[in-house]
């Protein structure tokens, strides 16, 4: 077990590259850490965790691909005063297929809206699983108990389960740095592979993301693809939850502010401006890559430049691209058509004296970065999909003047936060144009207004408090770990439990008051759970209301005084009374349907046909084969066909297709059972389709409860069906105590 509160030994960072250098001084090489935000946020995280211990931060383990010649070095020059770095080396053909296959030309793209540009070879996910299995081997080779695993981004998807796997007991962190996409997107993704991702990512205890879209999007996919409990934030697994939430990255702020009123800052702006001749000027910094938008935003630019001859000769766009795997042919086209229509815009546009498009592809320096995002009256950001975009926000941070205005795409995960920017369709070539005039003529009140707002806000939310953000969700996991996953108010719940005068609890058997076994004979609720119904019904009327037959029910509940509802509303038997028989429908659709079942008994072996009084089910519990699930579906289609007197109602349960008169259901001797007397507070608890027809025919105050995954008409949702055992221990324990 975990302990009672977050106090973690040591802080390991696990990401595909290791952010260090390796510089080769008078003492021969050092490890020489970058200035990033991520390291930044890593080393305030760190003393954190220090201060919540209540002692010195530990250095910092970082495990990340390293290329070959590390290998050379000694180890003491992999380590410097805050960090000691771990590089995984692998195959140089398991690392293409890994990083270059998998990773780049399938995960990228798929996950950024382009589908058309992604790889699905089986050998790259072969090699993606080996490189996460040496990361997983380095990792093992390091951990300690007490340590925090922080893994990140999508290389490294199956790693968090990897771990849970030969460590339970870790406690691991997982952030996802670009966008998670529809689950229309993964369901393009092979069945094995995205069940492999997701139940990789799972393996986390905290999962983070950049937005609460892109939240909801890993739910759904979660919901559809493993078909878990989804309470909340959390996500119930059998032994565990984990908690999903959005934490978006940001800037070191204050770096980034400081830094726009330096002397060295300040004198490169001016030099850029004389080589501009104080034209205005919008500028634009991007790593060479499709998601980013460059083409439209050119096409934008071009349009504005058309519409607005009058800004001819006083605007220039400076563009930077970054290279950026200029080495693969897609990128090289891209390069192509970027750099052709930059050429097209300022042959047509262009005079001796003026270029409406100043491009350079490179890389900045920080200083010119900075001279360039306070020497500009406009940024122009507009990825067609971009997880966060920290250049926004590096933008808005270094405006200490409050000048300027940022133009940012709607699709950029920052758009969620910058709301004071001019939000725009990057597709839209028209918006962009617009969205330029309105900036370039927009009063410096309204850029002031809208950049304080801004510069407020990432003041308040920078890459500190995110990593602190993150951290703070271990805390809250551990502390507030519930009894009883559930989304429903429990104190206001036993309340109006306990002050009832008539009570009436309608309770579903399988999966409800008994866990689904693969033999259904041999499930029982447990002995603690009978001794609970047994004290309940002394002061309540508890219905169990199933699908199973006569036998059965009476069977397991001998001695127990409640009511029994057998194959689906059939039957009703009172405490100390006889069965009454509710549905006398004819049966002469009982043959053709067990004719039709048949053919599937034979074609699916372990699969099995239970023939009840008024009612007939195939389980298919025990079927190993992939494709039962289309296969029920099809019977199901199949037997709604069959010929027949009276009306019928096929049920797609839980592993399980029944057939049955349509007269009666659960809900229609549910909802007699609750007008049979004037009940002031009603429970109904199940986990199956059947059960939905009492969600649906109860009174909209009555509390009904949905067990486990799935749409539901019930208003709340136990996880699993041991939280129903404890929701009905505490209701018991209300009434000893009353």
Same mark, same amino acid.
């Given at each position: 077990?975990?302990?009672?509160?977050a106090?973690?030994k040591?802080l390991?960072i696990?990401?595909?590259?290791?952010?260090?250098?390796?510089?080769?001084?008078n003492?021969?090489?050092?490890?020489?850490?970058n200035?990033?935000?991520?390291?930044s946020?890593v080393l305030?995280?760190?003393?954190?965790?220090?201060?919540?211990q209540?002692?010195?931060?530990?250095?910092?383990?970082?495990?990340?691909?390293?290329?070959?010649?590390?290998?050379q070095?000694?180890s003491?020059?992999?380590?410097?005063?805050?960090?000691?770095?771990h590089p995984?080396?692998?195959d140089e053909?398991?690392?293409?297929g890994?990083?270059?296959?998998f990773?780049?030309d399938?995960?990228?793209?798929?996950?950024?809206?382009?589908?058309?540009?992604?790889?699905f070879?089986?050998?790259?996910?072969?090699?993606?699983?080996?490189?996460?299995?040496?990361f997983?081997?380095?990792?093992?080779?390091?951990?300690?108990?007490?340590?925090?695993?922080?893994?990140?981004?999508?290389q490294?998807m199956l790693?968090?389960?990897?771990?849970?796997?030969?460590?339970?007991?870790?406690?691991?962190?997982?952030?996802?740095?670009?966008?998670?996409?529809?689950?229309?997107?993964?369901?393009l993704?092979p069945?094995?592979?995205?069940?492999?991702?997701?139940?990789?990512?799972?393996?986390?205890?905290?999962?983070?993301?950049?937005?609460?879209?892109?939240?909801?999007?890993?739910?759904?996919?979660?919901?559809e693809?493993?078909?878990?409990?989804?309470?909340?934030q959390r996500?119930i697994?059998?032994?565990?939850?984990?908690?999903?939430?959005?934490?978006?990255?940001s800037?070191?702020f204050?770096?980034?502010?400081?830094?726009?009123q330096?002397?060295?800052?300040?004198?490169?702006?001016?030099?850029?401006?004389n080589? /501009? !001749?104080?034209?205005? #000027? %919008?500028?634009?910094? &991007?790593?060479?890559d499709?998601?980013?938008? $460059?083409?439209?935003? *050119?096409?934008?630019y071009?349009r504005?430049?058309?519409?607005?001859?009058?800004?001819?000769?006083?605007?220039?766009f400076?563009?930077?691209?970054?290279?950026?795997?200029?080495?693969?042919?897609?990128?090289?086209e891209?390069?192509?058509e970027?750099?052709?229509?930059?050429?097209?815009?300022?042959?047509?546009?262009?005079?001796?004296?003026w270029?409406p498009?100043?491009?350079?592809y490179?890389?900045?320096t920080f200083?010119?970065?900075?001279?360039?995002?306070?020497?500009?009256?406009?940024?122009?950001?507009t990825?067609?999909?971009?997880?966060?975009?920290?250049?926004?926000?590096?933008?808005v941070?270094?405006?200490?003047?409050?000048?300027?205005?940022?133009?940012?795409?709607?699709?950029?995960?920052?758009?969620?936060e /910058? !709301?004071?920017?001019? #939000? %725009?369709n990057?597709? &839209?070539?028209q918006?962009?144009?617009?969205? $330029?005039?309105?900036? *370039?003529?927009?009063?410096?009140?309204?850029?002031e207004r809208?950049?304080?707002?801004m510069?407020?806000h990432?003041?308040?939310?920078?890459?500190f408090r995110?990593?602190?953000?993150f951290?703070s969700?271990?805390?809250?996991?551990?502390?507030?770990?519930?009894?009883?996953e559930?989304?429903l108010?429990?104190?206001?719940?036993i309340?109006?439990?306990s002050?009832?005068?008539?009570?009436?609890?309608?309770?579903?058997f399988?999966g409800?008051?008994?866990?689904l076994?693969?033999d259904?004979?041999?499930?029982?609720?447990?002995?603690?759970?009978q001794?609970i119904?047994?004290?309940?019904?002394?002061?309540?009327?508890?219905?169990?209301i199933?699908?199973?037959?006569?036998?059965?029910?009476e069977?397991?509940?001998?001695g127990?005084?409640?009511?029994?509802?057998?194959?689906?509303?059939?039957?009703?038997?009172?405490?100390?009374?006889?069965?009454?028989?509710l549905?006398l429908?004819?049966?002469?659709w009982?043959?053709?349907?067990?004719?039709?079942?048949?053919y599937?008994?034979?074609?699916?072996p372990?699969?099995?046909?239970e023939?009840?009084?008024?009612?007939?089910?195939?389980?298919?519990?025990?079927v190993?084969t992939?494709?039962v699930?289309?296969?029920?579906?099809?019977?199901?289609?199949q037997?709604?066909?069959v010929?027949?007197?009276?009306?019928?109602?096929?049920?797609?349960?839980?592993?399980?297709?029944?057939v049955?008169?349509?007269?009666h259901?659960k809900?229609?001797?549910?909802?007699?059972?609750?007008?049979?007397k004037?009940y002031?507070f009603?429970?109904?608890?199940?986990?199956?389709?059947?059960?939905?027809?009492?969600?649906?025919?109860?009174?909209?105050?009555?509390?009904?409860?949905?067990?486990?995954?799935?749409?539901?008409?019930?208003?709340?949702?136990?996880?699993?069906?041991?939280?129903?055992?404890?929701?009905?221990q505490?209701?018991?324990?209300?009434l000893?105590?009353?």
């Amino acid at each position: 077990m975990k302990t009672s509160k977050a106090s973690f030994k040591r802080l390991l960072i696990v990401s595909y590259r290791l952010p260090f250098t390796i510089q080769q001084t008078n003492n021969g090489s050092e490890l020489q850490q970058n200035s990033g935000g991520l390291v930044s946020a890593v080393l305030s995280m760190a003393e954190q965790m220090g201060q919540n211990q209540g002692s010195l931060p530990t250095k910092i383990h970082w495990v990340g691909h390293g290329d070959q010649s590390l290998q050379q070095l000694d180890s003491s020059a992999l380590e410097n005063d805050t960090f000691v770095a771990h590089p995984v080396f692998m195959d140089e053909a398991v690392h293409k297929g890994f990083y270059e296959g998998f990773s780049n030309d399938l995960i990228w793209p798929l996950f950024h809206y382009f589908p058309s540009y992604a790889s699905f070879k089986e050998h790259d996910f072969d090699c993606y699983k080996q490189a996460n299995t040496r990361f997983l081997e380095e990792l093992t080779a390091l951990i300690e108990p007490g340590d925090l695993v922080w893994i990140h981004d999508f290389q490294l998807m199956l790693l968090p389960d990897m771990l849970r796997q030969v460590m339970p007991e870790a406690t691991i962190g997982y952030f996802f740095h670009i966008p998670f996409p529809t689950y229309e997107i993964i369901k393009l993704l092979p069945r094995t592979w995205r069940q492999s991702l997701i139940n990789g990512i799972l393996g986390a205890d905290v999962v983070g993301f950049h937005t609460t879209d892109y939240v909801q999007h890993f739910m759904q996919s979660v919901s559809e693809v493993l078909d878990l409990p989804i309470i909340n934030q959390r996500i119930i697994l059998p032994d565990r939850a984990v908690i999903v939430n959005a934490f978006p990255i940001s800037i070191d702020f204050n770096k980034f502010n400081s830094s726009g009123q330096e002397a060295d800052v300040f004198a490169t702006q001016q030099y850029f401006m004389n080589l /501009l !001749r104080h034209n205005k #000027i %919008i500028f634009s910094v &991007d790593r060479l890559d499709y998601t980013k938008g $460059i083409t439209s935003r *050119l096409l934008g630019y071009e349009r504005f430049l058309i519409q607005h001859p009058d800004w001819h000769d006083k605007v220039t766009f400076v563009m930077t691209v970054v290279p950026s795997r200029d080495k693969i042919a897609q990128y090289q086209e891209l390069k192509r058509e970027i750099e052709e229509t930059v050429g097209r815009i300022n042959g047509l546009f262009g005079t001796i004296g003026w270029r409406p498009i100043v491009y350079s592809y490179r890389s900045l320096t920080f200083t010119e970065l900075m001279a360039l995002y306070t020497a500009c009256n406009i940024a122009l950001i507009t990825p067609v999909r971009d997880g966060m975009n920290l250049v926004c926000k590096e933008f808005v941070a270094s405006r200490h003047d409050l000048k300027g205005v940022l133009i940012l795409s709607e699709l950029a995960g920052a758009a969620q936060e /910058l !709301r004071d920017a001019i #939000i %725009i369709n990057p597709t &839209d070539t028209q918006e962009v144009a617009d969205a $330029i005039d309105q900036a *370039l003529v927009m009063p410096l009140a309204e850029q002031e207004r809208r950049l304080q707002h801004m510069r407020k806000h990432l003041q308040n939310h920078n890459v500190f408090r995110w990593s602190h953000d993150f951290l703070s969700a271990f805390n809250d996991m551990i502390i507030n770990q519930p009894s009883l996953e559930t989304d429903l108010p429990i104190q206001p719940f036993i309340s109006a439990f306990s002050d009832a005068h008539k009570r009436l609890l309608l309770v579903d058997f399988d999966g409800t008051l008994a866990p689904l076994v693969n033999d259904p004979a041999d499930a029982r609720p447990s002995e603690t759970l009978q001794t609970i119904l047994r004290n309940l019904a002394e002061s309540s009327d508890v219905v169990v209301i199933s699908g199973r037959n006569r036998s059965f029910l009476e069977k397991t509940f001998m001695g127990i005084p409640v009511f029994l509802v057998a194959e689906h509303g059939a039957f009703l038997k009172k405490p100390e009374q006889p069965w009454q028989q509710l549905d006398l429908s004819a049966d002469d659709w009982v043959d053709p349907v067990r004719s039709t079942m048949n053919y599937y008994v034979d074609r699916f072996p372990g699969s099995f046909i239970e023939g009840k009084e008024t009612a007939i089910a195939w389980h298919y519990r025990k079927v190993e084969t992939d494709d039962v699930e289309g296969q029920a579906i099809d019977l199901a289609t199949q037997l709604r066909r069959v010929s027949s007197s009276i009306p019928l109602t096929v049920i797609q349960g839980n592993k399980v297709v029944e057939v049955k008169p349509a007269q009666h259901s659960k809900g229609t001797v549910a909802l007699a059972i609750a007008e049979q007397k004037p009940y002031d507070f009603i429970i109904s608890i199940g986990d199956d389709t059947t059960d939905e027809d009492m969600f649906r025919q109860l009174p909209n105050w009555a509390y009904t409860m949905k067990v486990g995954s799935g749409m539901s008409f019930a208003r709340y949702r136990l996880a699993r069906q041991q939280d129903v055992e404890t929701l009905l221990q505490r209701m018991n324990d209300e009434l000893i105590e009353v």
